[in-house]
């Protein structure tokens, strides 16, 4: 009976761990975010302020004869390093789905709930008081989460919070993107150029049909990427998109199954423990062919989405998303700071995400649980719910993102980043009283 609890522990694991992972990379890339944060704030309002925020302002171009692709510093990150984010949110929705925590209806049933009503609700609240004027389009600017500030604050709690917990913040976190991902694809798109929308079209079902004959070199996949994130990018349709297809590509089935690793590798170290030969540098030879051998096993048995999650996931979490927040984070504060948070976009903000963003997951949450559309996990309690609502209200990232598709205006992109800093501030705050006051029983 020992033995077959282990077996399920093992086994189970071994499920958990890819998120698990990813909840830990995530909350420690939150940290690296608040720090760049804090920074670009400080400069932007130092005596450096015009020198930091004309820097981003710098033009960058590739000239291949009369051909020439030329943007802002502020737009290659925004444009480029940041569909290397949306590639591996790509790659975790994709996981999830397969195998994760939204892999079965059961499973998926609260988060998919909880991720409705944060959409929906905070959209509804904005749209309450930006019915007409310049602000109409700023209504998916609430609807994002910021799941590494929020995993961050979890951190922070350490084992009082369950692991359950952290799991589900993360599944409606990811649910959530997909929502992002769809809003600014039907609606933050410029005019359309049917042309290179339709050179694409044809990049896209290439990549399928690479995956549909199994082909596993990545290199493939990656220069195919670029090549659709150029034709999305010339199309109108936003090239950060290209990140989020390309994942969806990628084999999540690993070429060799783990029986057949087992054997090979068995009857490698075999070899490798009783070589007879005597000469020293053909001994040697055979040793370091024996090992790669087990290395490129190692390699074959993990799937290309795998490899490419770890590849790309740490450069993410500590060097796109906080250079991204460093580059988009710069708000000016001045005299009328306050004056400004009282406008209609400042409100639809900070209201969408402090209040719309709880009440939504909670709400939603709570009535699919009572009609039997979703279970709540034993371990988790409703107010622990309500803490995690909070900590969806912090938008940060993505919400910064959404603003840059939303205003071209200066002064009110500046208004809406303000609103977006100061609601994820006191959301993050409200979420860790909450969630420590809820459960103070460190949890074994």
């Not at 995530?26 to 020198?51: C, H, R």
């Not at 709930?113 to 602000?135: C, H, K, R």
């Not at 993505?398 to 609601?423: E, G, H, T, Y």
Request: aromatic letters at 12%; hydrophobic letters at 50%; a positive charge.
């Amino acid at each position: 009976m020992m033995i077959q609890f282990l077996k399920k522990k093992r086994i189970f694991d071994r499920i958990k761990d890819p998120l698990v992972e990813f909840i830990r990379m995530e909350a420690f890339g939150g940290i690296v975010l608040m720090f760049f944060t804090i920074l670009a704030m400080g400069l932007t309002n130092s005596i450096f302020g015009e020198s930091f925020l004309a820097y981003w302002k710098q033009n960058f171009g590739i000239h291949l004869g009369e051909w020439q692709l030329s943007k802002s510093l502020l737009h290659w990150i925004n444009d480029g390093l940041m569909a290397i984010f949306f590639f591996v949110v790509g790659l975790e929705i994709k996981r999830e789905l397969l195998t994760g925590g939204l892999s079965s209806i059961k499973k998926a049933s609260l988060p998919i709930f909880g991720a409705i009503g944060g959409m929906t609700v905070p959209a509804l609240v904005y749209i309450l008081f930006n019915q007409t004027g310049s602000g109409t389009h700023g209504w998916g600017i609430p609807m994002a989460t910021d799941i590494a500030f929020a995993l961050g604050i979890l951190l922070l709690l350490g084992k009082r919070i369950p692991t359950s917990l952290k799991l589900l913040l993360t599944s409606i976190a990811i649910v959530d993107d997909i929502g992002a991902v769809i809003v600014i694809a039907l609606y933050y798109t410029s005019e359309i150029d049917w042309v290179y929308l339709l050179y694409g079209g044809g990049i896209y079902v290439i990549l399928w049909i690479i995956n549909l004959l199994k082909i596993r070199n990545l290199s493939v996949f990656l220069i195919l990427g670029v090549l659709l994130w150029f034709t999305l990018l010339k199309s109108g349709v936003h090239a950060t998109l290209a990140g989020i297809l390309l994942a969806f590509t990628i084999p999540a089935r690993a070429n060799r199954n783990v029986s057949e690793f087992i054997r090979s590798n068995t009857v490698l170290l075999k070899e490798l423990g009783t070589t007879l030969v005597k000469d020293k540098k053909l001994k040697e030879k055979n040793i370091q062919s024996s090992i790669s051998a087990v290395e490129g096993n190692c390699i074959e048995v993990i799937s290309p989405l795998q490899r490419l999650e770890h590849l790309f996931h740490p450069w993410v979490a500590y060097l796109i998303v906080p250079l991204f927040a460093f580059s988009n984070a710069g708000v000016i504060l001045d005299g009328n700071v306050m004056g400004n948070i009282l406008n209609p976009i400042s409100l639809g903000v900070i209201l969408g995400l402090f209040i719309g963003k709880p009440l939504g997951i909670f709400l939603f949450s709570y009535l699919g649980v009572k009609m039997g559309f979703a279970q709540k996990p034993q371990k988790i309690c409703w107010s622990q719910i309500i803490g995690i609502g909070f900590l969806g209200g912090i938008g940060f990232t993505m919400s910064f993102f959404v603003s840059q598709l939303a205003f071209s205006d200066p002064s009110i992109l500046n208004q809406a980043k303000i609103a977006v800093l100061i609601a994820s501030v006191v959301s993050g705050l409200l979420g860790f009283i909450i969630l420590r006051m809820s459960n103070t029983k460190p949890v074994k």
